[in-house]
């Protein structure tokens, strides 16, 4: 087996995980100053990294802070496929592209009974607040995912997600759904995901109520 640090690759432990947010740091093992590691750096990883893995990484510099880059960890690195390698290769493109439009797809499906709803009650109280609300609430949302996932890169302050939750549930849903497809940010996380449908529900039924009962009701 090739030692890894004779291609030019570093190594040290991980002494510090945060597995919720995706990032920690490794001490080197020449014992210099620590060194962030985020999620995203760590290929063909067959497990989530845990505090004492021995990751090997490159270093990168960023805004005057040493990164790992282009990582993975001892033990816990899959095999490369070269078969499947050209094939992906191939296919990486038309994947990405139906991936696109299958997002687009999805985005105009969750969009129209709240836009049948907004444009209804717009025609029938002269109220356009929901018309204007959605698509502003959306872009400031997309724009809070943008900014967490940077400060997320650069191990940062991260925007709270009680923040993110509370622009989705004031009209930006939208934008939150589109970020997680474009920036793929707080598409996995479970519990996040749960609360975010949650809202996308609540806005849905909340429409179809009126839409159904709103006018026998005097709304």
Not at 84 to 98: F, K, L, N, P, V
Request: proline share 3%.
């Amino acid at each position: 087996m090739t030692d890894p640090t004779k291609s030019g690759l570093r190594h040290g432990k991980l002494i510090k995980w945060k597995d919720d947010r995706g990032f920690g740091f490794i001490q080197p093992a020449d014992g210099s100053e620590e060194v962030f590691l985020h999620i995203s750096e760590l290929k063909d990883s067959t497990r989530r990294p845990q505090i004492g893995d021995t990751i090997y990484y490159r270093v990168v510099t960023q805004d005057g802070k040493a990164r790992a880059c282009n990582g993975f960890i001892q033990g816990a690195r899959r095999k490369p496929d070269l078969r499947s390698a050209d094939r992906q290769s191939s296919t990486g493109a038309a994947s990405s592209t139906a991936l696109g439009r299958s997002s687009v797809l999805e985005g105009i499906l969750l969009s129209v009974i709240p836009l049948i709803g907004a444009v209804r009650f717009a025609a029938i109280t002269g109220n356009g607040l929901p018309l204007i609300l959605y698509p502003i609430m959306s872009l400031i949302t997309y724009v809070l995912y943008s900014v967490d996932k940077s400060r997320a890169q650069k191990g940062e302050w991260r925007i709270q997600e009680s923040t993110l939750h509370l622009g989705e549930l004031a009209g930006g849903w939208l934008g939150g759904f589109i970020a997680q497809r474009m920036l793929r940010h707080k598409n996995r996380k479970k519990s996040y995901q749960t609360t975010f449908w949650g809202i996308v529900t609540a806005h849905q039924m909340g429409w179809l109520g009126w839409l159904f009962f709103g006018e026998s009701l005097g709304l």
